[in-house]
């Protein structure tokens, strides 16, 4: 089961700081805290929106739940991403999906896996066609992927990770 972090509003204080402070630096603050805790965390938020001038929490809540690049749920350390547009769609993104969830074994409803190594997400489009079907991992692009060689993608990351 994926834990939420204890957050670290030391932590906190000095991204607010590094940032500047300001309300304008909002979005600055949350990719930071973001990158912290791969996720953003509702304490941090709170103490966000609590601590700096002129915001409350429900305006930090509004911009991180307004903005599809904020995760209110921990993200694995490996987050992939699969590709369903057109292009991806038409040229067997679906059977890719499925051997990525057969593969990691989630759980129903649930984007990220048990041991929170990995999380997965369908995308409209990676602007990738010309490659369909596209998976990403981490900003790293997968080509024309098929069932079996995401796979062995999937397999290599796990044999680094067991090392």
């Not at 402070?21 to 973001?34: D, F, M, P, R, T």
């Amino acid at each position: 089961m994926v834990c939420k972090e204890t957050v670290d509003f030391k932590k906190i204080d000095e991204i607010i700081t590094e940032c500047g402070g300001k309300k304008s630096n909002l979005i600055a603050i949350l990719q930071k805290v973001q990158e912290v805790y791969r996720y953003l965390p509702e304490d941090a938020m709170i103490y966000i929106g609590s601590k700096m001038e002129g915001l409350s929490p429900a305006t930090v809540f509004g911009v991180a739940t307004f903005y599809a690049q904020f995760s209110l749920d921990p993200k694995g350390k490996y987050e992939i991403k699969c590709c369903d547009g057109t292009a991806c769609h038409v040229r067997g993104s679906m059977p890719v999906l499925n051997a990525i969830k057969a593969r990691l074994d989630f759980e129903e409803g649930k984007l990220t896996t048990k041991d929170g190594l990995f999380s997965l997400e369908t995308v409209s489009c990676l602007g990738a066609c010309g490659l369909a079907p596209v998976v990403v991992i981490n900003d790293k692009v997968y080509p024309q992927m098929t069932s079996d060689a995401i796979k062995v993608v999937i397999d290599t990351i796990l044999q680094e990770e067991n090392k």
